[in-house]
Nanobody, 122 residues
Framework: QVQLVESGGGLVQTGGSLRLSCAASGRTFSRYNMGWFRQAPGKEREFVAAISRSGDSTNYADSVKGRFTISRENAKNTVYLQMNSLNPEDTAVYSC???????????????WGQGTQVTVSS
């Protein structure tokens, strides 16, 4: 069992930056690929980024490439999402997820956090 808790969301102006964190419980964090997803009001949840167990492989949605960076610190059981050049279209609830195999937006991620709200004002 893995419990995930996100933090770092908030209100930011267009062009601003935020860094989200996702803290995982347990001593098996390094066995899981980690992902970030987001869901805007009235829209389906969409994949944002993912990182492999060791951090040597990453995957990004086209909409965030060059602006967002996913990273992890296994010693701290934490995965991060650095978000730069934010725009109103990035407004959503951002959730982290863990899975031993997935590294993309395919369904089936094993564990999910509750999410943190990111609002970008114009």
């Amino acid at each position: 069992q893995v419990q995930l808790v996100e933090s770092g969301g908030g209100l930011v102006q267009t062009g601003g930056s935020l860094r989200l964190s996702c803290a995982a419980s347990g001593r098996t964090f390094s066995r899981y690929n980690m992902g970030w997803f987001r869901q805007a009001p009235g829209k389906e949840r969409e994949f944002v980024a993912a990182i492999s167990r060791s951090g040597d492989s990453t995957n990004y949605a086209d909409s965030v490439k060059g602006r967002f960076t996913i990273s992890r610190e296994n010693a701290k059981n934490t995965v991060y999402l650095q978000m730069n050049s934010l725009n109103p279209e990035d407004t959503a609830v951002y959730s982290c997820a863990a899975d031993p195999y997935l590294l993309s937006g395919l369904p089936g991620w094993d564990y999910w956090g509750q999410g943190t709200q990111v609002t970008v004002s114009s």
